[in-house]
């Protein structure tokens, strides 16, 4: 009777990872936070002596924080981190401290950079000993920059003599270099084995490490000699040698190659993982798609962020830190928006004389702006990809401007109708219509030349160059609008 009951028992259905997930746990998070809060709010509007409200708090808070618990307790640690990012301050560090300790080191390097700070602030250096120490040495390296410094020493006495030299050596490559996103592990390979033996070796593995597919093949010095893909290893006779079935042909990388670049690799070749080699030819490390997929991201985030003059901050952040990240360049803008009014009133007798000329360089300054954006976003894009080199330059101004100029005679002819329909003016419609078409010109050549320049110098191309755009497109705009009417109207 039991086996039968047994028998007919459904097997467990798997959780499904699914990001909608996340939403919803937030939304409990926030609403069990609420409760917890209404009921302190309530309790404290009690006389101060009354020991029943307090221990009615008491135990409606302990409720809450079992039922917080057991929630993050189902959670996949870069769940927990989303639901850590979209928390202000308080609240993160409240529902930090009710999750599992065998998850801090997940979700610790999951988190962004600017929560991942608050969190340690919050742990004591025992707990940080604990979550770090199994940690391997490339991931160890990722947080070590954030971590007290006698906690990655404590932390260091628990590593072998490798993985010490490996963390030293993954903490030395610069931040956005291949070295400081490889990791270590990976199977090697002699050429002179048997698949045979290759797979009796993988068997007596643990298991392998993430992401492989494919095994390195080095010689006794460690250099690599070719790779050997697990497809390979599955579908060809046991006896076969690795020598005769390795591929000689791969991708490399270099640990002081940008990061940026080897995403690039990874997606142009479809790439799952890539060796990286040190200058004589050793086998050192590996990069993963998993690490380019995070690199890739960052690399987008930041971009959005540049093009509005802003560095990543954290959203609940004290007005102080905000007003340090978003100020300089909104002064910045404040003056360029100054002094296209300048040039404006310059030509008050104009505008006094033909009123309608007021409703219109707004259109101007507006399409001359969005056509520039869409030209800058080309340009900064084919640059994270290193698509512009000295020999294909003049080439993409020279046709970017002639998109312009396409672009902008259509759309000219239709702005000009406007003019006209609403000004009863043919020379107003000539007038916007020649305007519309310089602005634009001049928001194409300033999308060129804004990230190229900065890139020249080694600058963020996409830092403020939304602003810079902005203040070419109005000043000039308003200056050839009116100074065009100026000529031919009055």
Not at 265 to 294: C, H, K, N, W
Not at 327 to 336: G, H, I, Q, V
Not at 406 to 422: H, N, P, Q, T
Request: negative net charge.
């Amino acid at each position: 009777m039991t086996q039968s009951a047994a028998a007919q028992k459904p097997p467990a259905t798997p959780r499904r990872l699914d990001p909608e997930d996340a939403q919803h746990a937030l939304a409990e998070v926030q609403e069990r936070l609420r409760r917890q809060q209404l009921v302190a709010d309530l309790v404290h509007r009690q006389e101060e002596g009354d020991s029943k409200a307090s221990l009615v708090e008491d135990l409606v808070h302990r409720q809450h924080e079992a039922e917080l618990k057991t929630l993050l307790d189902g959670l996949h640690p870069a769940d927990i981190a989303f639901i850590l990012e979209s928390l202000p301050k308080d609240e993160r560090q409240a529902i930090w401290k009710l999750v599992s300790p065998e998850h801090d080191a997940d979700v610790l390097l999951e988190v962004e950079d600017w929560v991942r700070e608050s969190l340690i602030e919050a742990m004591d250096r025992q707990d940080l000993v604990a979550a770090t120490g199994n940690m391997d040495a490339d991931e160890l390296a990722d947080l070590a920059p954030d971590l007290p410094p006698d906690v990655v020493a404590e932390v260091q006495k628990g590593l072998t003599e490798e993985e010490r030299a490996q963390l030293l050596e993954a903490m030395g490559y610069p931040e956005d270099s291949v070295g400081a996103i490889m990791d270590f592990e990976m199977v090697r390979v002699r050429e002179d084995v048997t698949l045979e033996v290759v797979l009796r070796y993988l068997r007596r593995l643990h298991e392998l490490p993430d992401h492989t597919d494919q095994i390195f093949v080095v010689d006794r010095q460690d250099k690599l000699q070719g790779i050997l893909p697990l497809s390979k290893l599955l579908v060809s006779e046991p006896e076969t040698e690795v020598r005769a079935v390795m591929n000689s042909d791969f991708l490399a990388l270099n640990p002081l190659d940008s990061d940026a670049d080897a995403a690039g690799a990874f997606e142009r070749y479809d790439l799952v993982s890539a060796p990286v080699m040190d200058d004589q030819g050793r086998l050192i490390g590996r990069v993963t798609i998993a690490d380019v997929v995070d690199v890739m991201r960052e690399d987008s985030q930041e971009q959005a962020l540049s093009r509005a003059g802003l560095q990543e901050e954290d959203i609940f952040a004290p007005v102080s830190t905000a007003l340090r990240n978003r100020a300089p360049w909104l002064l910045f803008n404040l003056c360029t928006a100054a002094t296209a009014s300048f040039v404006a009133s310059q030509f008050e007798g104009t505008v006094s004389q033909i009123v309608i000329l007021a409703f219109l360089m707004s259109i101007v300054a507006g399409i001359g702006g969005n056509s520039g954006n869409q030209t800058m976003t080309l340009i900064i894009r084919a640059l994270a990809m290193g698509r512009i080199t000295g020999r294909n330059l003049w080439q993409l101004v020279k046709r970017e401007l002639f998109v312009t100029l396409m672009v902008g005679l259509c759309g000219s002819l239709v702005a000009a109708l406007f003019a006209w329909v609403i000004s009863h003016s043919v020379s107003i419609a000539l007038v916007m219509m020649a305007a519309m078409v310089c602005n634009m010109l001049v928001g194409a050549s300033v999308g060129v030349l804004v990230p190229m320049v900065r890139a020249r110098f080694g600058k963020d191309p996409a830092m403020g160059s939304s602003v810079l755009l902005t203040f070419a497109t109005d000043s000039l705009g308003f200056f050839i609008f009116l100074g065009l009417a100026t000529i031919f109207l009055l």
